[in-house]
């Protein structure tokens, strides 16, 4: 798909994969249409409703575009931001049958100032109570394997360190709190540069969980060969027992 970008050709064909494997999950998806200054943005949407004495929804989302081909090189986007988007169709099918209530969206138009995530969090059409975003999440390559390779940030999640150590019993994995222990890139990427940045202006409470930035992020070697498979699996395993427990 020349690396997924957004209004491309491959960008197009990957949402209609993202439609493919809903429907093939037996979700109905939705296509969200929206225009930025490159075309039109598709955020592929499914709604999972599991308990019907509420209204309210947690929304679990991935960004799906990448940088797509530039002066003739493709840049896959494997952990950014493929690695999440996996982990994200993992828990849609997971989830399937539980008795909460979701919202799964793969969101496009990311790279254009999270025009995807600045789409849905505008369409008012679920009520949502809380925002999970899965933002680069399959290396283990960042600055926190100088300690262990299988670690996990959680921005946000300070608040529910002790539900988020409880679904870790099996994982077992490190898991940090900030971005590399600096307050400023904490608060630059939590607050303003990935795509819960709209709902945590709308104070909807929000988590971002992430494996942090390589030296591969945004480069033509961002690869599948790059991404740890084993961690990549224990971290989605943490993040779904921590949602049937705690969402």
């Known amino acids: 798909m020349e690396g997924r970008a957004h209004a491309s050709r491959g960008g197009v064909e990957a949402s209609a994969y993202l439609v493919r494997r809903f429907a093939g999950m037996g979700y109905a998806p939705l296509i969200m249409a929206f225009r ?126 002790k539900s988020l150590e409880a679904a870790n019993q099996e994982s ?17 990427f939590y607050k303003r540069a990935s795509d819960q940045a709209p709902f945590l202006r709308k104070g909807i409470p929000c988590l971002m969980f992430t494996s942090g930035i390589t030296m591969n992020t945004n480069k033509t070697t961002d690869s599948c060969n790059t991404l740890d498979y084993d961690i990549l699996s224990k971290r989605g395993l943490l993040i779904l027992k921590w949602l049937l427990a705690s969402a």
């Open 172 to 188: 077992r994995l490190r898991l940090y709190y900030d971005y590399y222990r600096s307050a400023a890139f904490t608060d630059y």
């Open 36 to 161: 930025t200054d490159k075309g039109v943005g598709r955020n592929i949407v499914v709604v999972h409703r599991g308990d019907t004495r509420s209204d309210k929804y947690t929304l679990v989302c991935a960004y799906y575009d990448a940088l797509g081909c530039l002066g003739g090189a493709v840049y896959p986007g494997a952990d950014s931001n493929a690695s999440g988007v996996a982990v994200m169709l993992n828990l849609a099918e997971e989830l399937k049958g539980c008795g909460k209530n979701f919202v799964f969206a793969a969101l496009d138009a990311h790279s254009e100032a999270i025009a995807g995530a600045e789409a849905l969090a505008a369409a008012g059409d679920w009520k949502f109570s809380m925002v999970v975003n899965l933002d680069t999440i399959g290396s283990t390559l960042a600055p926190p394997n100088k300690y262990r390779p299988d670690f996990l940030i959680v921005l946000g999640g300070k608040k529910y360190e």
